[in-house]
């Protein structure tokens, strides 16, 4: 069965009685050189096992079986779920696990990769967790929104939390744009295959994640506020202390938050966090959870 034809993978979807379902944000890739593209981008070797979050109907699924060692499927849908396993019923390295993407562990599976076709709806969430969790993944290579690609992957000048989180724990790279019509049914918004180069570790050794993403979360609290006002409103201090911090750490105070670099953030740390007597969650720098 050639899924990559509409018109099959609909009466495979009526056979089962299922649909795509616009609360999950599923769109299935139909389009064979985006899927040539992606396992391409992923850069697997025999050896690689693969975490694959929300596999559909197994289109990739299967691809990325065919060069990795061990594929683990994370399906939440259950109707979907059932029509994967019988799609992959002889496909030995493949390990279809049914259910929420934020219950599975990777403690146990060794190094591994993530690739995924994301419904756009969890990508924050799905990215969030693997980089923060103990055993990370070497890349994530997914299908996300063009603009949150674009977010993610921003210089200063155009930062956000979730730029500066992403880039503290790894290097995103956009690799492709994707049109609507690659998926079915189609997105009313382009689509990009983006891949991260995770870290072993953050990119600052003497800072607590935990702690930097409170003064971050601080300094983009209140949208186009300069950060005199938004570290002061944000961290309870008064306005003369905050300028006195900001320019210790070489910032300008009238400055707006998206205008800073991943560095800047780090000597605005090592400022506030001395001012403040602000500790982590974890003992050593680096151990604490942030919060982005």
Request: aromatic letters at 8%; proline letters at 5%.
């Amino acid at each position: 069965m050639d899924l990559m034809n509409i018109l099959e993978l609909k009466k495979l979807l009526k056979t089962y009685g299922a649909w795509p379902n616009k609360d999950l944000g599923q769109h299935f890739l139909t389009d064979q050189n985006v899927l040539e593209k992606m396992v391409e981008t992923a850069d697997l070797k025999k050896s690689d096992i693969v975490v694959e979050v929300g596999p559909g109907l197994g289109i990739m699924t299967r691809e990325l079986a065919k060069t990795a060692k061990k594929v683990y499927a994370v399906e939440i849908d259950p109707k979907i779920a059932e029509i994967l396993s019988t799609i992959c019923i002889n496909c030995r390295n493949i390990d279809i696990i049914r259910g929420d993407i934020k219950q599975f562990n990777p403690k146990g599976i060794g190094r591994y990769k993530v690739v995924a076709n994301l419904p756009y709806y969890i990508t924050s969430h799905v990215i969030k967790k693997f980089l923060e969790e103990k055993n990370k993944p070497d890349t994530i290579t997914v299908l996300v929104q063009r603009e949150v690609a674009e977010r993610i992957c921003a210089k200063p000048g155009r930062m956000s939390v979730l730029a500066l989180a992403v880039q503290f724990y790894g290097q995103p790279e956009i690799k492709e744009l994707v049109s609507p019509m690659a998926f079915f049914p189609s997105p009313k918004v382009y689509s990009a295959i983006l891949k991260i180069k995770v870290f072993k570790k953050p990119i600052f050794s003497d800072v607590d994640p935990g702690v930097f993403f409170r003064l971050v979360k601080a300094g983009f609290g209140e949208k186009r506020k300069m950060l005199i006002n938004s570290m002061a409103g944000g961290l309870g201090i008064d306005k003369e202390t905050t300028e006195k911090l900001l320019r210790g750490a070489g910032i300008e105070p009238m400055l707006r938050a998206e205008r800073l670099s991943l560095d800047d953030w780090r000597r605005m740390y090592l400022v506030f966090t001395k001012y403040l007597n602000l500790k982590g969650a974890g003992n050593e720098a680096g151990s604490g959870q942030s919060d982005w």
